[in-house]
């Protein structure tokens, strides 16, 4: 069974637009952390922002937040006022005992 | 401040010929180290771990070794390379679970 699943593997936004990429986990465990990584085209691979479990506030950087919903297991990015530099493939990722990848989402920015 | 290097960037080599990939870390100390294989528009693949020194873990059997001779430095390793090993390779460490994983800017191998 998949840890973190991301069913979107492909998504749009218009530029100055919002979006939300997807993102849900399994874990039995209690004490986790959860991730979304970028990896734009270069392929290097960026933390974007971070969500300790035991913090009930949502993580926010910038124009990143995210919606975190322990009890559904959701994890999702919200990206605000998109610019074309957020094209990217898009990794959720959980660290429990392990660490966890999702499979990614393609996000596509139009101008 | 803490940074990896990864090397070489880009690389084509023949079948059957050997490969050595190195990977650094600077500004901390028994980090954990990975290797990660990620084939043309797909997820992330685990291939090795290492804890520390000369301690590796596999997670997928397969063509390649990796080692760990030195606390920072982390080496992914082939004797023959096979076209299947094609791929993009990308290095990471952590340290505590909640930071997460810092990457390497990765090496993209092509296999002819």
């Known amino acids: 069974a998949q840890t973190v699943t991301q069913s979107q593997p492909e998504m749009s936004v218009q530029e100055a637009e919002t979006v939300t990429l997807s993102c849900t986990y399994d874990?039995?465990?209690?004490?986790?952390?959860l991730f979304w990584y970028k990896q734009p085209p270069s392929r290097q691979m960026i933390l974007v922002i971070r969500q300790e479990a035991y913090k009930q506030q949502n993580a926010t950087e910038n124009r990143f937040s995210v919606n975190f919903q322990k009890a559904a297991k959701s994890f999702s990015l919200k990206i605000s006022d998109s610019q074309l530099g957020d094209a990217a493939m898009y990794f959720c990722a959980l660290s429990d005992n392990q660490f966890y990848f999702g499979t990614g989402t393609s996000l596509t920015v139009i101008p | 401040s803490q940074t990896i290097h990864q090397w070489p960037a880009t690389l084509v080599q023949p079948v059957g010929s050997p490969l050595s990939l190195e990977c650094t870390v600077e500004g901390t100390s028994n980090p954990n180290l990975y290797w990660y294989r990620q084939a043309a528009g797909r997820g992330l693949q685990l291939l090795f771990y290492?804890?520390?020194?000369?301690?590796i873990s596999s997670e997928v059997p397969q063509n390649l070794s990796a080692s760990r001779p030195q606390d920072r430095q982390f080496i992914l390793s082939s004797k023959k390379l096979l076209l299947s090993d094609s791929g993009f390779y990308l290095c990471?460490?952590?340290?505590?679970?909640?930071?997460?994983?810092?990457f390497g800017s990765g090496t993209r191998l092509t296999v002819v």
């Open positions: 290492s804890v520390g020194i000369g301690q």
């Open positions: 874990t039995s465990e209690s004490d986790y952390y």
């Open positions: 990471a460490w952590s340290v505590r679970r909640n930071y997460g994983y810092t």
